[in-house]
């Protein structure tokens, strides 16, 4: 899945917890694991992979930025966010290889199932994930 959608269910997860940390660190880990395991689209497999890494980049720190500095969220609730979507440094580490070599997050092996499905669906489910997310985040606002 893109990082922004990893990151806003994190998101969403942290602020509807609040705490505790570790418990939460767990949580967005996990969470990252079996969002993987639902059919979506990756634009890894697209004609401009780098564009849209670098957009999915961008927007995932601007919703870091946006939880903690413009929503007022305690800095480590929006840090989590980040963590739920760091896994996918793995994928990104192994694009910018050549996409050769191994994957380390267990989500991103060869022999996980990982979800694919068309654009249609692909896209449209993390839209869900990504308006959930934000929808929790903004409903606890502090
Ligand atoms: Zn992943």
């Known amino acids: 899945m893109w990082v922004t959608t990893h990151v806003l269910a994190g998101l969403g997860i942290a602020a ?10 767990v949580l967005v880990v996990l ?11 990756d634009y890894t497999v697209s004609r401009h ?13 601007a919703a870091f930025w946006i ?23 793995d994928v990104l580490i192994w694009v910018a290889r050549g996409e050769k070599g191994r994957k380390y997050f267990p989500s991103h092996w060869d022999s996980f199932p990982h979800g694919k499905s068309g654009r249609a669906w692909g896209i449209s489910v993390q839209v869900v994930i990504m308006a959930v997310g934000v929808g929790v985040v903004l409903a606890q606002r502090p």
């Open 49 to 61: 992979p780098i564009l849209y890494g670098w957009c999915d980049f961008i927007a995932s720190f």
């Open 16 to 25: 509807a917890l609040g705490g505790p940390w570790w418990l939460i660190l």
């Open 67 to 89: 939880a903690w500095l413009g929503l007022g969220y305690p800095w480590w609730i929006a840090f989590m966010g980040l963590l739920s979507g760091a896994p996918d440094w």
């Open 31 to 41: 969470a990252h694991v079996l969002m993987d395991l639902i059919p979506h689209w």
